[in-house]
């Protein structure tokens, strides 16, 4: 099935990742290579840029979560197509995310969630499947459409 923006057919990315000394860094630059191969970068508009970003952020924010709440990330699976693309993080814990009680934006840490709300088009988690212990949280992004070359910036 092709991309509706006229990008590559549906297409899986998956980086396996052990412990949590410098993963998020590592799931942020195998993204940005994802997205780059992908026809997101270089953005050819500021909102497509913008996307970008909230895309590094996002991934950013669930592998943070993975280490800090479940021990760390075992697998980053980024999925795209039709104009969307499907981050997933694997870990070992059965706990699901849960929002907790609205804290004061001066604060430090316990945001996460709130940006998962505000920058992903949606998101939620789910058991891993039969017989395997953990879950998966997942967060969908859609592309900005493309800016025709005749328009202006």
């Avoid at 994802?34 to 270089?42: K, V």
């Avoid at 979560?65 to 980024?78: I, K, M, R, S, W």
């Avoid at 104009?83 to 849960?98: K, Q």
Wanted: aromatic share 4%; charged share 30%; net charge neutral.
């Amino acid at each position: 099935m092709a991309d509706g923006a006229g990008g590559p057919p549906n297409q899986i990315r998956r980086l396996v990742l052990h412990g949590t000394r410098g993963v998020v860094s590592r799931c942020r630059d195998f993204t940005a290579r994802a997205l780059a191969d992908w026809g997101w970068i270089p953005p050819d508009s500021e909102e497509a840029g913008e996307r970008v970003e909230d895309v590094l952020l996002l991934v950013s924010e669930v592998v943070t979560n993975a280490c800090l709440h479940a021990g760390g990330p075992e697998e980053l699976v980024l999925r795209h197509g039709q104009g969307r693309l499907r981050v997933e993080v694997y870990d070992a814990s059965p706990d699901h995310p849960r929002v907790r009680v609205p804290r004061s934006p001066a604060l430090p840490g316990g945001h996460g969630l709130m940006v998962l709300d505000r920058l992903a088009g949606d998101w939620g988690s789910r058991d891993k499947g039969a017989g395997a212990v953990g879950k998966v949280v997942w967060l969908e992004v859609d592309r900005p459409p493309r800016r025709k070359r005749d328009e202006p910036d």
